[in-house]
């Protein structure tokens, strides 16, 4: 079992900056790929980013459109941390936001690929 802890979440105006963490916990995950989602309220869970283990092959990113460009994935996996830095906020970007972790090293945008998940830290942009 992995255990997935989101932080960072606030309340921000827009154009701010925030960065949300993940750590993890349990079963090693070496070789998890990792994932950040997020849910809007009415809305369905989107994905958001995404991020490979660092293997032979380097470091696979991917990111949904409306946030390419102005959010960043990362990760340390000494600290078994993920990021999220996200900057130019909109208030469109509010929503609950979920961190996941899947048992193998590519990346996904589906949902149902990813093993487990965190509980979720609030992130609030006002105009």
């Known amino acids: 079992q992995v255990q997935l802890v989101e932080s960072g979440g606030g309340l921000v105006l827009a154009g701010d900056s925030l960065r949300l963490s993940c750590e993890a916990s349990?079963?090693?995950?070496?070789?998890?790929?990792m994932g950040w989602f997020r849910q809007a309220p009415g809305k369905e869970r989107e994905f958001v980013a995404a991020?490979?283990?660092?293997?032979?092959?380097?470091?696979?990113?991917a990111y949904a459109d409306s946030v390419k460009g102005r959010f960043t994935i990362s990760r340390d996996n000494a600290k078994k941390t993920m990021y999220l830095q996200m900057d130019s906020l909109k208030p469109e970007d509010t929503a609950v936001y979920y961190c996941?972790?899947?048992?193998?090293?590519?990346?996904?945008?589906?949902?149902?690929?990813?093993?487990?998940w965190g509980q979720g830290t609030q992130v609030t942009v006002s105009s």
């Open positions: 996941a972790a899947r048992q193998m090293n590519s990346v996904r945008r589906e949902a149902y690929a990813y093993d487990y």
């Open positions: 991020v490979s283990w660092s293997g032979l092959n380097g470091v696979s990113t």
């Open positions: 349990g079963r090693t995950w070496n070789s998890y790929a």
